[in-house]
């Protein structure tokens, strides 16, 4: 068959090896989508999707294709992306499309790869970018944004149209990508300004399955129900938060199993206290979210560190709160497009101005960084995608239940933290045994009874740090201590969970202590246990690397560092970032050696340092920057000229007792330093 679109319905329910594709001519059928209090629904089928966040126009377009394909490899099934306003329209009537900001290109690549697509079209999008995305010139006319405003729905019907001409042929009805679009982001306001927007998009002509906005805060008036599906977020940390303390705000919350579906952590240096409370009607909705922490982007005054566990954790909460798809902000990073003026969020622009972030690094620690490398919890998080994929049918009718208190204060240590989803002869539990930064302690004596099931035969131990989920009359298994992952062409394969004995009730049959063999050597009849490592990279197709270039870049110092800058504190109490003319007093060196240009095809510049801001420049270009937060700054080479040989790289010290918060992992020792300097595979 020719490949010309695989449907959301292949993408969601056919082998995670994404070697299977379906064609859809003209006359072709277009699977139906629909949705109801509990999941989307596609040809009749639950399916629980997991969406990643991409922004197109923050990567390359000859990178767009080879990114899709990891996050499909990721067990993504959704791509959803912002059309920032400013990256399309900086001056008033003048649309780019071109380059890395033609969309339609990139929809057109998410079609022929078989991922289905959410537009977020803003017209605020936030996203830290400039503005939260509305250009300047809105503001420079006085005009009042995110309003009902006649002239601000005039300019954003406008920027409507110019989509649409991007989409047009590309909906779902006609067999494109493009499923469901969200109004706005982030909005307090009265519902009647999104339904403004929709009316304006629908009149245009979008005509999708489902639309979407976000469900936090609490709008001071609803939309009408079944309008547009709320979706909701959890991170963490936050960059955002005005504390340079370790453990500031309650994302602590988000690592407890719980009912309420939102946070009151998101945008707090925004909306202030926020109330567990959801809009009126919103829990009639299924429960979706958009903004699940795949990573935490830094501000300048706040840096923080992620950790796989903290990204995972956060996920088979959800899952085992209720959640039928997790979207992750970010899956995939990215860099601040070429422009005539700076894209980033800082505190002296005209709009959301509450925090200076980097002027071109969007890495965000996201599964996949900024350049496409994938990071450790990329692995992690894919055994969970599996699951949800092969086991999502049976888990989105199932209602969460929590045997345990839902409001719990910080680093609380006093119980097991789990729940279970089941439909009263099948379920399955969820445990999380990990906080960000506290110190959970092992929990003894630990028994479940779940589905008339008692389980294990004896009371274990889960150790510190555990997250996992078991099955209980799940294909044959009365209950395993394994995590389900996959079932493929009738072989089950389950993880071995760290630390935690291995008992699988088949039947009649305990089989107990079981060790993993491996996804070529059965414990059981069709059953096959796995290490950590091995489920979260089974199917997986394997890469041929080749070698890194013998030599390794040269690094020499070209000139010491002036007087330090004076931090200043922002309008909004934060501390400034340093500005274009602070970087003549940085310290300086020059990076030479570097590969032949047909040498960096997937390899990665490491820069090892210590220092408070880095800026990398190609022919006095600025074409990087990284604040330090003790992880190394990284390029994709492949992203230079061909005929560049050297770079230049400038670093401002770090200065004592500066209002910024560093995680423990960073050295703050005053001064700046260049450790090492090498190369290596963007796998």
Sequence with gaps: MKNRFLSLFAALCLSNGFSISFAYEADSHIPEVKWDAQSLIIDG???????????YSRLPENEWRSSVRKMKDGGVTVIATYVFWNHIEQNEGKFDWSGQRNLRKFLEVCKEEGMPVVLRVGPFCH????????????????????????????????????????????????????MACQFDNEYRGHGSYLMKLKGIAEEIGFDLPFYTRTGWPELKTPVPYGEMIPLYGDYADGFWERSIEPTAGNYYKA?????????????????KDQKEKLTEGDEHYPYFTCELGGGMMGAYHRRPWIYPEDAYSLAVVKLGSGSNLLGYYMYHGGTNPESDIYLNETQRTKATNYNDLPVKNYDFQAPLGEFGQPYPHY?????????????????????????????????????LRWSYRSNGESGFVFINNYERLQSLSAKKGIQFDVCGVKFPSKPITIPAGTTCIFPVNIDGIKYATAQLIANRDGKIYLEQIPGIPTEIAIGKKIMRNVKALGPDKPIAENIYLLTSDQASKIFLPKKDLTS??????????????????????????????????????????????????NDRENVLLKIDYRGDVARLYCDGKLIADNFYNGRPMLYGLWRLPADVEKLELRILPLQENMPVYFPEEADTTPGEEVYSISLMHNL
């Design 255 to 271: 690592f407890n199993f719980k009912g309420f579906r939102s946070s009151t952590a998101i945008a707090s240096e925004q909306l």
């Design 379 to 415: 692995y992690n998080l894919r055994k969970l995608h599996l699951f949800m994929k092969d086991y999502g049918n049976l888990l989105a009718p199932m209602e969460a239940t929590f045997p345990m208190p839902q409001d719990i204060k910080k680093g609380d240590d006093s119980h």
């Design 45 to 55: 089928e639950r399916v629980t999707p997991v969406m990643g966040e991409i922004h």
């Design 127 to 178: 996203g830290e970018a400039r503005n939260g995305g509305i250009p300047d010139w809105i503001f420079d006319q006085g005009i009042k944004s995110r309003s009902e405003d006649p002239a601000f729905l005039n300019a954003v019907e406008k920027l409507y149209r110019q989509i649409f001409t991007q989409v047009q042929g590309l909906q779902w009805k006609d067999g494109g990508p493009v």
């Design 548 to 597: 890194l270039p013998s030599e390794m870049p040269k690094i020499g110092k070209k000139a010491e560092a002036g007087p330090a800058r004076s931090i200043t504190i922002g309008v909004n109490k934060a501390a400034e970032e340093p500005s274009d003319e602070d970087f003549d007093n940085a310290a300086v060196y020059t990076i030479s050696n570097l590969p032949d240009s």
